[in-house]
């Protein structure tokens, strides 16, 4: 009955309060936004490379470059970006099947368009990796903030069962250690569902680049067959 | 052509460390925002009214020890010396010569040279008598000066007397009067207590509906340090012949503990053991 006994609300307090399961479901959603996070800035770098290897090829590729030369260089490159990969997958089975004899025009570019497609399939697994995990958190971890608030609360409530003179000091504490979870989710998810929305236009302009430059090549290497 | 290819290591460890950094930056924002919070929320749950605001207790000042007047050492006057008259030497008239060369006119002389000398001796006379004049009167005025310069000195010491003493009686009624103060001030911070203890209990009582005018109820009370209220000391003294507001008036005891207390605790001593007077309504 003594007034001036406070509760200590502060946040370490009440999560080191919080009932087993509440703390379980906090340790996953602090785990889920340190790999959310760590993703964030991993694929930030790669897609940042990506484009500024897509830039440089262009460039170079546009300059008017003789492409049995600019095919080996990107043969040579240590770190080849996505572009020369697709352009050195076509060119090489171009040339392969060119030397053929009694090939028809549409057999060498179905080749080498397929050849293209292929390293253009694997080079975009590796663009997109891990934006399905950002996804997930995105939509996933509000639930689980929202499982573990829940449980608090519950908990809180059947504690106040015992009490004969039910106060709202009895549940504020038990009700504030379950809200940080459900704080803790939107915490994860919200930099989460940003982040991939962001990539996932990123990773599709890129996409498209390379799909046009596909057709543009092989344009280029039909009309060199003639 | 693998993912883990794609990603060098280096930007493997910047990003773990970033990602890091994020969140000790969320959690430092959430500690203090919260902590933010809680200050401006505590105050409002320990919140005391009262209806006299007690002024802060003032601490008498320790009388600051008044410097005794430095009696300052009198300049020793001496009088300046007087002036000695200085004796001239009287040039001798030649008068031998003249006698032997001229003894004729000797006689003839002889009138006419006492006669000068007679006037010479006259005149002299005369000087020397001015003279011891002037000196007397110098001497005069400077017994005077003297007197005076006395009797300025006198009237000096007579004054710092009278100040010393004055400032002696002014230390004396400075202490008086701060013993006065401390006394007063202990009288009043008791009396103030007490009448913060009984706005309190008061305005604890659920008065009975029947109680008619202003009766005065006295309990007895023990307290503890703290201020609390020692529940099995708390006796009836003087009930106010209504026992409906008696018992009103000793849960509103119980219900106000604990009781507000000087903070000194030399003062404790008063309180220990109460004789509470409660009326329903303050006059």
Redesign the interface.
Same mark, same amino acid.
């Given at each position: 009955m003594n007034p001036s006994v406070t509760q200590d609300l502060s946040i370490i307090s009440l999560i080191w309060n919080a009932s087993v399961v509440v703390q379980i479901v906090m340790g996953a959603l602090l785990l889920a936004s340190l790999f959310s996070w760590y993703y964030i800035f991993l694929k930030r770098f790669q897609l940042k490379r990506a484009e500024n290897q897509a830039d440089e090829f262009e460039k170079q590729f546009w300059s008017g470059a003789e492409l049995s030369a600019l095919y080996h260089r990107a043969n040579a490159a240590r770190h080849p970006g996505t572009l020369e990969r697709i352009f050195e997958a076509g060119f090489r089975e171009f040339t392969k099947l060119t030397k053929q004899p009694g090939m028809d025009v549409a057999a060498v570019m179905d080749g080498t368009r397929r050849a293209m497609r292929a390293t253009y399939q694997r080079e975009m697994d590796t663009l997109e990796s891990h934006l399905s995990f950002l996804a997930s958190v995105g939509s996933v971890s509000p639930y689980v903030g929202l499982l573990g608030t829940v449980w608090g609360i519950m908990n809180a409530f059947r504690g106040l069962a015992n009490v004969a003179q039910a106060t709202l000091g009895h549940v504020a504490p038990g009700i504030a250690e379950a809200l940080i979870a459900t704080a803790m989710g939107l915490l994860a998810a919200i930099p989460a569902v940003v982040a991939y929305n962001h990539f996932a236009g990123d990773v599709n302009r890129l996409s498209i680049r390379f799909d046009s430059f596909m057709e543009e090549l092989s344009n280029i290497l039909q009309r060199q067959i003639h | $052509?693998?993912?883990d290819e794609? +990603?060098s290591p280096r !930007?493997?460890k /910047? &990003? *773990?460390g #970033? @990602?890091?950094g $994020?969140?000790v930056a /969320?959690?430092v924002l #959430? /500690?203090f925002g +919260? &902590?933010w919070q *809680?200050r401006h929320t !505590?105050p409002a @749950? +320990?919140v005391d009214l009262w209806s006299s605001m007690a002024p802060p207790k003032q601490e008498t000042p320790a009388p600051k020890p008044v410097p005794a007047p430095k009696i300052e050492p009198k300049p020793e006057v001496k009088p300046p010396p007087p002036p000695k008259p200085e004796v001239k030497a009287i040039p001798k008239a030649d008068i031998a010569l003249k006698e032997k060369l001229e003894k004729e006119r000797k006689v003839k002389e002889q009138h006419e040279l006492e006669k000068k000398k007679q006037q010479e001796i006259d005149r002299r006379k005369d000087e020397d008598a001015k003279k011891l004049k002037a000196q007397q009167q110098q001497q005069q005025v400077e017994l005077k000066k003297k007197d005076e310069e006395k009797k300025k000195l006198e009237k000096e010491r007579v004054a710092q007397d009278a100040e010393a003493k004055k400032l002696a009686a002014e230390k004396q009624a400075l202490a008086d009067k701060l013993a006065k103060q401390a006394a007063s001030a202990q009288a009043g911070e008791i009396d103030k207590y007490r009448r913060l203890i009984q706005d309190r209990v008061r305005r604890n009582i659920v008065e009975p509906p029947n109680l008619q005018g202003n009766p005065e109820v006295e309990f007895e009370v023990r307290l503890l340090p703290g201020g609390d209220v020692l529940e099995t000391s708390l006796k009836l003294r003087r009930s106010s012949g209504n026992p409906a507001y008696d018992q009103a008036v000793e849960r509103a005891i119980l219900k106000s503990s604990p009781l507000p207390l000087p903070s000194d605790p030399a003062m404790f001593n008063t309180f220990r053991d109460l004789n509470l007077k409660i009326k329903p309504r303050a006059e």
């Open positions: - | $052509m693998t993912y794609d +990603v !930007e493997r /910047i &990003s *773990r #970033l @990602a890091l $994020m969140h /969320i959690l #959430l /500690i +919260v &902590s *809680r !505590e @749950a +320990v």
